[in-house]
């Protein structure tokens, strides 16, 4: 059976990224906060959620070499022309 | 929707318009990698994907004359990529076009539903195996840890993966995809959360 | 609500918000339109709200502006910590813990379906996680007696609060 008000550990996990974006309305925003004062599972979540973030923000990404060689191509005949 | 463009984006495309190669190198090394995976969730091989990049590059050369910088300039480069790439999708004629975004933001949960309590529990939808602690950030940005998650990124579903990237590795706001796709905000968070919660997964795996 | 309103805070270890991050400051009044710090004004609690936002330091806030009551929190403009509210510790939250067990074994304890609340509670007491077991608390309330089991239970939460921390004075003044 389900409480009036409670978010399941369930349904907080699905709305981190909302919550994270900012994006919850209000009353939301507090049942999500509320929840994560008492569960730390989803407390773990949710900073394993920003250090995802940050890890990916530390990717680098690359072209492969031949697309770049053509790339620069195409930008020298452009160039030329 | 008057927007002014940053002094860097000013000064690349001022380059860019002048024929300054290292302005055009800078430009693509910093969003042609990215521009390869948008282009990745509309064609169907890795090698019309490059032609699609490339054929995009091009249409940005040509236009940069008139790019009057209402949009910031990597959102104007992802627009011609994903427009190029939508173009070429559909003269590839694909079974699966645009419904490939549709399954991906289908109803897949985050975490797998063993994790939590069934409905005759106690505590329905709680967790089960709750989420441990992680080492410290400082600890995890480890070059290992860094190539495993750019790993888990690439094998993400395209639309996850062009998602996560734009926002996580390149920085983007929700709107700047939105705009830069085509995308509906609640459809943009769908895809960067399920493509989050695989990495974290992953990651959590890892960790143990 | 306008004028001056005395409330409560929750703050982590060294005064620190715990959704935020933020940093508070002690005496100085902080504004929510400038850095921010619960991005959406200041956040605090009346007597009743408290069960809900434990934390390991309990701090009084004075809140300036226009002052809204959420469901489950004051929202302000700014605000400005006052004191720390030495009374609330370790000790008192375990205590805090166990009357919340004793309430639910009075209230469930002999029912044959939530009976296991109980352990439940005493469990999350004991293991250092006396939100959850608060929690558990009021969701077994709820259980027998519906939602207002579970306002009746965070109620006597706040009450014992109020009583042991010495919270006599009214929110506002």
Redesign the interface.
Known sequence: ??LDREL????V??L???YL?D?LDPLDRERFEEHLVF????S??L???R?????????S????PA??E???E???G??GS | MEQVLSPEDERLVDGLRA?D?SA??AL??MY???M?RVALMYVSSRAVA?EV??EA??GV??GIGRFEGRSSLKTWLYRIVANTAKTRGLREARSVPFSALGDETGDE???D?DR?LGSGE??????SV?????AP?GQ??GQE??EM??RE?DRLPPAQRAV??MR????FT?EEVCNSLDLS?TNQ?VL??RA??K??SA??EYMR | MAGIVIAYKFLSSGRIAPFTGFGWPVGEWVDAGGIDPCRHGVHACSVHHLPIWLDTELWEIELGGEVLEQARKLVAPRGRLVRRVESWNAVLLREFGLACLRRTRERVGSLPILS??VA?VGRHVVGGRVPLGAF?AA?AAELRDGSRGYEQERGSQAAWLAERLGLERADVV
């Not at chain 2, 709750?130 to 992680?134: E, G, V």
């Not at chain 2, 996580?168 to 920085?171: A, L």
């Open positions: 059976m389900r399941a550990c369930q349904e996990v699905e981190m990224t909302a974006d994006v569960c730390d599972g989803c773990n979540y900073e394993q959620m250090a995802t973030i940050v890890l990916a923000g530390h990717v990404l690359e072209l492969p697309l770049e053509r790339l620069l195409a930008f020298r452009w160039r | 024929g190669e055009f190198v693509m090394r042609g990698a990215g390869l490059e990049v490339q590059w091009v050369l040509r949960p985050a975490a539903a939590f106690r505590f329905p939808g709680h967790w709750p989420p441990q602690s992680w950030e995890l940005l840890t860094l998650v750019a990124i996560i990237t996580d590795i390149q920085g929700s905000e968070r960067l959360h989050r919660a990495v974290r990651l959590e | 296991g609340y439940d558990a969701r």
